[in-house]
């Protein structure tokens, strides 16, 4: 069955002047619009459709079963309209993007904060994992039950890291088939990432690429954080209470630094 975004639950913007690149944007956790980003990006000639994939009228109420078909009407629609499209996310977003682009064709992917893994989502008490595809759960990784926070606000790095250890066969049959995503991939993420281990992630991915003749490129800077600032970005608030890292001016060097392969990515060759 199709799966509309409800016009509250979209920002498109358009270019002046366009590259021929559309592009999908999807937030994280926050369940946000990204309509700043999508207007900083259509700036450069992309068209680009923000979408809220949760919480939003007809949706699931949190990242949980959420179908990729979802995703992939969106970019269809998208296709309609231009000479390629790539799908952009950040963290869950990121999730996302790289899953949705190993099920079906896309011409890019950018990836901020990405993860390796499909992980477990919960919604009125009952765990399973973040996306469906045909109607059926994607394998996912659950949380190690014994894993506590020590920190105020938390930080869910040692979360993620340590159930990656305790379910090592779920987390192998969890893997995102990058090897499968025949587009160009860009990978952004911060060393100071308290959410989690997103340049452990990107390296992963990458490495699996490699191994199948495919081309990554990783841009990563020491000291931001989970959320990147892109050139003229200010810094997000809100979204949920957890400890991220980084500072506003680390996540704003990272984004000056991923500036020009986003720019390459929005490019039409």
């Known amino acids: 069955m199709p799966h509309p975004i409800a016009p509250q639950d ?11 690149t559309a592009v999908l944007l999807l937030a994280g956790s926050s369940g ?8 900083l990006l259509a700036a450069q000639g992309a068209q680009v459709r923000a979408i809220r994939w949760f919480g939003g009228e007809g949706q699931r109420p949190a990242p949980h079963e959420v179908p990729i078909e979802l ?13 390629r499209v790539v799908i952009f996310g950040t963290s869950f977003g990121a999730e996302a993007a790289l899953t949705t ?39 996912c990784v659950g949380f ?32 995102i088939r990058v090897e499968d995503i025949a587009g160009d991939v860009l990978l952004v993420a911060g060393g100071d990432d308290l959410v989690w281990p997103a340049v452990d992630f990107a390296h992963s991915i990458e490495r699996d690429r490699a191994a199948a003749g495919l081309r990554t490129t990783v841009v990563t800077h020491p000291d931001a954080g989970h959320r990147l ?41």
């Not at 949920?240 to 506003?248: S, V, Y």
Request: aromatic residues 6%.
């Open 229 to 269: 600032l892109l050139p003229g970005e200010a810094p997000a608030a809100g979204g949920i209470r957890m400890a991220r890292g980084g500072t506003p001016e680390a996540d704003a060097a990272l984004g000056t630094a991923a500036w020009p392969e986003v720019l390459r990515m929005l490019a039409n060759p």
């Open 144 to 175: 190690d039950p014994d894993w506590a926070p020590d920190s105020e606000p938390p930080s869910f790095c040692p979360l993620y890291a340590s159930s990656l250890l305790r379910f090592p066969e779920d987390a192998a049959a969890a893997r």
């Open 71 to 83: 995703f992939a009407e969106q970019l269809d629609l998208l296709r309609a309209e231009a000479d």
């Open 101 to 139: 682009a190993s099920l079906v064709p896309v011409d890019g992917v950018i990836a901020v904060a990405p993860s390796s893994v499909v992980w477990a989502g919960a919604a009125d008490g009952a765990w399973s994992s973040h996306w469906t595809h045909g109607g059926v759960p994607l394998p």
């Open 32 to 39: 946000r619009v990204e309509a700043e980003r999508a207007d």
């Open 10 to 20: 979209r920002h498109d913007a358009f270019p002046a002047e366009p590259t021929g």
